[in-house]
């Protein structure tokens, strides 16, 4: 079974400009989670989409948004980047069943902003 | 707030000796309690889960409301433990809140 995967791998941008991440989720799997590893401040939450829907968000400014589309891929989209949003990006996707939720962290992107 | 609190940032044991790893949490409520690893060059995964009760790769960790603790253990370290455990937490919101992580290194 494939894993859930992110392009790309790394992304350099300046300051100001605008960064989309992408996640594929496990097969079958329809939320798909977004968390920023930032330097310093640990794995952070950002955002939780199921069904096509953003069902609930971090505590980060309205420049840190999204989408999910049909399939169930995701995408993140960081506006106005400023240096402190070079983190890592993981992406997690995430099945429910009897024994509860498990998410499935893919390997991330690595955002450089100069 | 929840808030997931793991006070050691580095911990090192030698093969064979016992291993805890301290995970505090704050949660007004019932939180399902995790533990995930990330090996070197790998990605993060779960390493157990509270309400299984498993024992993964010898480790198991129980949760003890009281002390709203979820501390995980191991009662011989091998030197293929070495990597970074982060305890978690969720709700009914269903993210993960994080702790800051805990490097250990196994010492041969």
């Known amino acids: 079974e494939a894993g859930v995967t992110q392009s790309p791998t790394h992304l350099i941008k300046t300051r100001g400009q605008q960064a989309t991440l992408r996640c594929s989720p496990i097969?079958?799997?329809?939320?798909v989670y977004w968390y920023q590893q930032a330097l310093g401040l640990g794995l952070q939450f950002l955002l939780w989409?199921?069904?096509?829907?953003?069902?609930n968000r971090g505590n980060f400014p309205p420049r840190f948004s999204g989408r999910q589309f049909p399939n169930y891929s995701s995408e993140l989209n960081v506006n106005a980047l400023e240096l402190e949003d070079s983190a890592l990006y993981l992406c997690?996707?995430?099945?429910?069943?009897?024994?509860?939720?498990?998410?499935?962290f893919g390997p991330g992107t690595r955002l450089l902003v100069l | 707030a929840q808030r997931v609190t793991q006070p050691e940032k580095l911990l090192s044991v030698f093969k064979g000796a016992p291993v805890e790893l301290k995970c505090n949490y704050s949660y007004s409520g019932s939180p399902e309690l995790f533990w995930y690893v990330q090996y070197s060059r790998q990605r993060l995964q779960l390493l157990l889960r509270h309400i299984s009760r498993e024992s993964i790769k010898g480790f198991t960790a129980d949760l003890n409301k009281g002390e709203t603790s979820f501390h995980l253990k191991k009662p011989f370290a091998q030197e293929e433990d070495s990597a970074m455990y982060y305890c978690?937490?969720?709700?009914?919101?269903?993210?993960?809140?994080f702790g800051s992580g805990t490097q250990l290194t196994v010492l041969p």
């Open positions: 997690a996707s995430s099945l429910i069943t009897g024994g509860g939720e498990t998410q499935y």
């Open positions: 989409y199921d069904e096509g829907e953003e069902r």
């Open positions: 097969s079958g799997h329809t939320s």
């Open positions: 978690a937490l969720t709700r009914s919101a269903r993210q993960l809140t």
